[in-house]
């Protein structure tokens, strides 16, 4: 393999020009948010179920008299891995799309990723975005 | 010539198989009745009936019970409940076959108006069900039916009262548990209440059609003991414990609302106007404590819920089984909804107040609905309230009634404790920390109920 693979450590954080985004989006908005990313080139994605809470509160249920506060309300979490130029194009698609304006809309995280490689052909970096 | 009510029966041959024969016990003008019943032969329009009724009842502890219960415990323990409603099935059939209905229903060594042994329990004349043959009846039905339709009360009578230590207690203390209160708590009440002249609670006076203080009290008074022995579930009340599928909590209650026309109609043992009037006063009663129940709770949390007007559902088919030979349309309206909104607060206050984890209501809701239906039985049977029963004083009956709940209150507590701290000592009620945050179904039975990626 190309690359020391365990090379993980915060030290050696070179940030390869690529960006590591990660959405909690509402879940009925997820298919505008998967047009709109594929409108700006991107090729692919990872979409897990999640629950949590924020500034959106959560909802009481009542059982023949047991109050529960639900405070984790089910999200989508997106993760995308792009190139360091489509940053910019991405974030605003998902930002657009997953927009209501009613608080609960999510959040968009943005971090440097420092490897890639794709298990098939063993290409790295932009190569196997 | 077949009367439409049933009534008591002292013809020798009758004397030895009476059992709901007594279910206008008492007061009831005896005197009237015994004479018009003098039919010996099987009745195929009665015995087809008491055929489909048997069946009904059997459907209320499966699947109806268990799906009942089933929604309301969390994923973890789905199956346990569903196990434990199968396995007392099978358990009691097979008691009932050796000793039960023998301790029951044998009139051996009882006379009208004494009160001696075996006005509390059964003789030994029956067991391994002894002299039945397909000749022999009971009123206008085979006997084997018979033994068959009172098999399915005893059979759901300790189902209900697993609902109370739900989600906590070993299989092999529930399976002991179920197993010796039948024989030591069940069995008697039945055969005080339902064995003809010369029975305890029936020589009293007391009235009760399909089983309320011989079913209903009794589990449910056995569920608060249970609870308050093994102890609440870790966490309760401040975890959440929300139920998992109320879905399949209304598809079993449904089933048992079905299911209870086999138990209140069919309590007449014949396919007569008794019987029709009381699958007509079930429903009504049914329908009013919902509706009892979701007014109530409409009106004190804004919501009208899925779970409160099964509940109310229940407690209505609870509290209308003592009453449903002898009220009349109009009673069964008030007591149903007297029912629902009594148990609405049993069920969703008293509970967090005194602060036992009585996990499916089995007092809040059996109990309560129970007592409430036994002591307005008493008035409601009264031609001044639209009922249909001879009784003369309507708060003289009521004071019998009173008695007869106080009986078995005492009599299912005492006896339910005793039997609770045996296997607590011996076996263990409880199973430990780790496997109760497991959940039942992989700790007690490796499996799981939802296998679903």
């Not at chain 1, 030290?11 to 047009?35: C, H, Q, S």
């Not at chain 2, 607060?345 to 309560?368: E, M, N, P, S």
Request: with cysteine.
């Amino acid at each position: 393999m190309a690359r020391n693979m365990l090379c993980c450590n915060k030290t050696n954080y070179e940030g390869r020009d690529m960006k590591w985004i990660t959405a909690v989006i509402k879940p009925f908005t997820l298919d505008d948010v998967r047009e709109a990313l594929a409108e700006v080139g991107v090729q692919g994605m990872t979409v897990t179920e999640v629950k949590g809470f924020g500034r959106q509160h959560g909802h009481t249920e009542l059982y023949r008299g047991a109050e529960y506060v639900v405070d984790f309300l089910p999200k989508l979490k997106i993760e995308v891995a792009v190139a360091d130029e489509q940053a910019d194009h991405v974030i605003e698609a998902i930002s657009t799309a997953a927009r209501t304006g009613k608080v609960g809309d999510g959040k968009i995280f943005v971090s440097g990723l420092e490897q890639v490689i794709r298990i098939r052909t063993q290409e790295v970096d932009t190569d196997a975005l | 010539m077949r009367f439409e009510k049933p009534g008591r029966d002292r013809k020798a041959g009758m004397l030895r198989r009476a059992g709901k024969a007594a279910l206008f016990c008492g007061l009831m003008g005896l005197a009237l009745s015994l004479q018009a019943k003098g039919s010996t032969t099987i009745d195929s329009g009665d015995t087809a009936w008491m055929l489909v009724a048997s069946m009904l009842v059997l459907m209320m502890t499966i699947p109806g019970a268990a799906l009942f219960y089933g929604g309301m415990v969390r994923a973890k323990n789905l199956l346990s409940v569903m196990m434990q409603c199968f396995a007392i099935t099978a358990l009691v059939t097979v008691l009932w076959m050796l000793y039960g209905y023998s301790l029951a229903f044998s009139t051996e060594g009882m006379h009208a108006g004494v009160t001696n042994l075996h006005s509390f329990i059964g003789g030994l004349d029956r067991v391994l069900l002894a002299g039945l043959t397909p000749a022999s009846h009971y009123q206008t039905v085979p006997e084997s039916v018979f033994v068959m339709f009172q098999l399915t009360f005893a059979i759901i009578t300790p189902v209900l009262i697993i609902g109370a230590f739900a989600e906590r207690m070993k299989f092999s203390a529930m399976l002991c548990f179920s197993g010796l209160w039948l024989t030591v708590v069940y069995l008697p009440v039945a055969h005080m209440v339902w064995s003809g002249p010369g029975s305890f609670l029936g020589d009293l006076g007391v009235l009760d059609f399909a089983g309320g203080t011989v079913v209903h009290i009794n589990a449910g008074i056995a569920g608060l003991v249970a609870c308050v022995v093994i102890g609440k579930r870790r966490g309760w009340p401040h975890t959440p414990m929300p139920p998992h599928n109320l879905g399949y909590t209304v598809v079993g209650a449904s089933l048992l609302w079905l299911g209870w026309f086999g138990f209140n109609a069919g309590s007449a043992v014949a396919a007569n106007g008794s019987a029709g009037m009381a699958m007509l006063v079930t429903q009504i009663a049914t329908a009013a404590a919902a509706i009892g129940w979701t007014a109530v709770e409409w009106i004190s949390h804004k919501r009208a819920s899925v779970l409160g007007i099964v509940s109310g559902a229940v407690a209505g088919l609870v509290a209308v089984t003592p009453a449903a030979g002898t009220c009349g349309p109009g009673g069964a309206l008030v007591l149903g909804l007297i029912a629902g909104i009594v148990c609405f607060f049993t069920a969703t206050k008293l509970k967090y107040r005194l602060g036992y984890d009585d996990a499916l209501d089995v007092f809040g809701v059996h109990a309560i609905a129970g007592i409430v239906g036994a002591l307005l039985t008493g008035p409601l049977a009264s031609p001044k309230l639209g009922g249909f029963g001879t009784v003369e004083s309507l708060g003289g009956q009521l004071w019998i009634q009173a008695k007869g709940v106080a009986f078995t209150v005492v009599w299912s507590a005492v006896l339910s404790w005793v039997l609770l701290k045996l296997i607590d000592r011996t076996l263990g009620l409880r199973v430990d920390t780790e496997q109760e945050q497991m959940g039942l179904d992989l700790a007690e039975h490796e499996e799981r109920a939802y296998n679903l990626s």
